[in-house]
Structure formats: structure tokens, C-alpha cells
């Protein structure tokens, strides 16, 4: 009996599925991949490390941290997106590199919808207006009058062009009324040690990453970038309630992997995922350090990326801020 062209092709799909079906239900049989696209030892690297430690206890099998840093994420994510889908390679992204690089750069190198399966949000931390012990400023009301007292002088610094603490000083100009001028510095800690050193009056940042410092007395916290007060700083009031109403810039991370990736890989990791964010010995030495730890499913991680890609695409077309 022959078989049309089209019953050959319908059983090649059958057969490839049942061999994907069958590869995915004996997942993990090898190391996993756990991809940082930032260098170790920074603030990822402290999320990263301790989940991926439990992963492989929960999976059977090591994950091994990858940091491959450079062009704000892009590098990474671009390695992740040419990776086979098959769970093996996992991707730590963030606000920065799948909300923001899209819209900075011409060819980052990947798409965050086709590239990318979401499985779960892992934390998020939002920015803060941090300004030196040295300086005057006492609330967001101080820091107002003197922007508008001398418009274009204020500086703001941050972690380099088009990054989510630059984003929020744009979000500050538009809601205050005033004109800063942004100074660009290769990465957040270079910019935290000049405003502790009185180099420039201030800058957003993490809450996860001033808190320290802010403890020590060596920078004040005027406002956070939330629509809540964090509880790890709850006498410091939201943008809202200092007089910055819609200044609103929270950094999240989460965990992908390739898209396509079989389904019942994608169930694998979810529930082992979500599982870890749900325990003591993992969030509280996180929250400890300023993050708030999150969980989600799949589908709400994919909603939270498209609206706040979407939001991220109008403050820089607001902006005009530009990278390529």
C-alpha cells in the first residue's frame, strides 16, 4: 500500500513527537546549563549560584553557572537563543535584556517572544533615588527645587545608557517637571561609589544594592520606585507619596529556556522551580539582601515581559535614548 506525501509527513511529526515525548520524560540525563549574563560575583551571581546549587539537588544532575557577560545582556541571551530546545541550556533574564535591549539596540541578536519559553519570575527589586550623605537633600521635594533652580546642572549617575536606573531618572524628569543630566558609567557599583564619595550627588539604583550602604550611613534613600513601600525600608516612601507620581521602575529576573522546548521539560523545571522560591533557605537570605522573591506560572511571566516591554518601548521613545 503506498502513502501519500502528506500521511509521510504527518508520521515523520508523529514519530519526531514521541521521540520528543520520550526524551523529556527521562529529562535530566546530563548537566544542565545555567546561563548569567552578567560577570561573577555581581548581584545575579548572588541569586544564581545559590538557586542553581538547588536545582541540581532537585534534579539529580549539576547546573553549572555560565556567566557570559557584555553588550547589557545581549550576549547572553543571544548564545541561549541558538541553543537547542531541548532544557538543557536555561537563561537567567531580566527587565534589562528582554523588556529593554529590544527596543535600544538594532539587532540584539535574539527575540524575547520567539526565542524564548518563560517558566517562572524568580525576584525583583525596585529602583530607589539614592543621594550622597554629603549633599543637602533630604526628600524628593529638595532635590526638585534644586533641579528646577538650575535646570540641566543636577547629574544623575547610572549603570551606562539606556539601562532600567537610567529610565527611571527619565521617568523622574517627566513626572517632577525637571531637566537632570544623565552621567553614563560602566556599571551600577562605579556609579554607587561616586555618590558615596560626593564625585556625583546621586542616582537609581536597586534597593538590593544601596541598602547596605544606606544601613552604613553612607547614602540616604529618598523615594522608592514602586507602588508600595519595601518592606526592607519601610519608613522611605513610594515616588507617589514623595511627589513623583508615575515613577515606577521594578528590576525583575526569571528563568527561560529555548522555545520549543518540549512541555513536559518546561512542567519539569516549573514545578522544581517554583518549588525552590517557596523555601526558607532560599528566600531568606535573599530578602536579607533586598530582593523580593517571586514565583509564577509560564503564562503570567510571559504577560508581565509584554506589558512592560511595551511600557519600556514608550519611556525610551519618550526619551529618545539611543545605543545603536
Known amino acids: 500500500m503506498m502513502i501519500s506525501r502528506l500521511g509521510r509527513a504527518v508520521f515523520s511529526a508523529m514519530a519526531l513527537a514521541a521521540v520528543s515525548l520520550a526524551h523529556a520524560?527521562?529529562?535530566?540525563?546530563?548537566?544542565?546549563?545555567?546561563?548569567?549574563?552578567?560577570?561573577?560575583?555581581?548581584?545575579?551571581?548572588?541569586?544564581?549560584?545559590?538557586?542553581?546549587?538547588?536545582?541540581?539537588?532537585?534534579?539529580?544532575?549539576?547546573?553549572?553557572?555560565?556567566?557570559?557577560a557584555g553588550a547589557n545582556g545581549n550576549i547572553a541571551a543571544a548564545y541561549v537563543a541558538q541553543r537547542p530546545a531541548d532544557g538543557y541550556t536555561i537563561f537567567y533574564g531580566s527587565i534589562s535584556t528582554l523588556a529593554v535591549n529590544p527596543h535600544l539596540y538594532k539587532s540584539p541578536g535574539f527575540d524575547p517572544f520567539k526565542d524564548f519559553q518563560p517558566i517562572t519570575l524568580t525576584n525583583q527589586t525596585p529602583n530607589v533615588l539614592v543621594v550622597g550623605a554629603q549633599t543637602p537633600y533630604k526628600s524628593v521635594a529638595d532635590v526638585v527645587k534644586a533641579a528646577k533652580a538650575e535646570p540641566g546642572q543636577l547629574a544623575f549617575g547610572s549603570a551606562g545608557n539606556g539601562n532600567t536606573m537610567h529610565l527611571t531618572g527619565l521617568q523622574f524628569e517627566a513626572s517632577t517637571g525637571t531637566k537632570l543630566v544623565h552621567v553614563p558609567y560602566k556599571g551600577g557599583p562605579a556609579a554607587l561609589t561616586d555618590v558615596m564619595g560626593g564625585q556625583i550627588p546621586m542616582m537609581f539604583h536597586n534597593l538590593s544594592a544601596v541598602l547596605p550602604v544606606a544601613q552604613a550611613g553612607k547614602v540616604r534613600i529618598l523615594a522608592v520606585a514602586d507602588e508600595k513601600r519595601s518592606p526592607l525600608a519601610p519608613d522611605v516612601p513610594t515616588m507617589a507619596e514623595a511627589g513623583a507620581p508615575g515613577t515606577v521602575q521594578i528590576a525583575w529576573s526569571g528563568m527561560l529556556v529555548r522555545s520549543g522546548t518540549p512541555a513536559p521539560i518546561v512542567d519539569r523545571l516549573h514545578k522544581e522551580m517554583v518549588a525552590i522560591l517557596a523555601t526558607p533557605e532560599f528566600r531568606k537570605p535573599q530578602e536579607a539582601q533586598g530582593s523580593e522573591i517571586l514565583s509564577s506560572t509560564p503564562q503570567e511571566f510571559e504577560a508581565r515581559l509584554k506589558a512592560d516591554s511595551q511600557r519600556m518601548a514608550e519611556v525610551i521613545k519618550a526619551g529618545n535614548v539611543h545605543i545603536d
Open 25 to 68: 520524560a527521562d529529562y535530566p540525563q546530563k548537566p544542565v546549563t545555567l546561563v548569567v549574563p552578567q560577570p561573577p560575583g555581581g548581584a545575579a551571581d548572588a541569586v544564581a549560584r545559590p538557586f542553581a546549587q538547588a536545582l541540581a539537588e532537585r534534579l539529580g544532575q549539576p547546573v553549572v553557572v555560565e556567566n557570559r
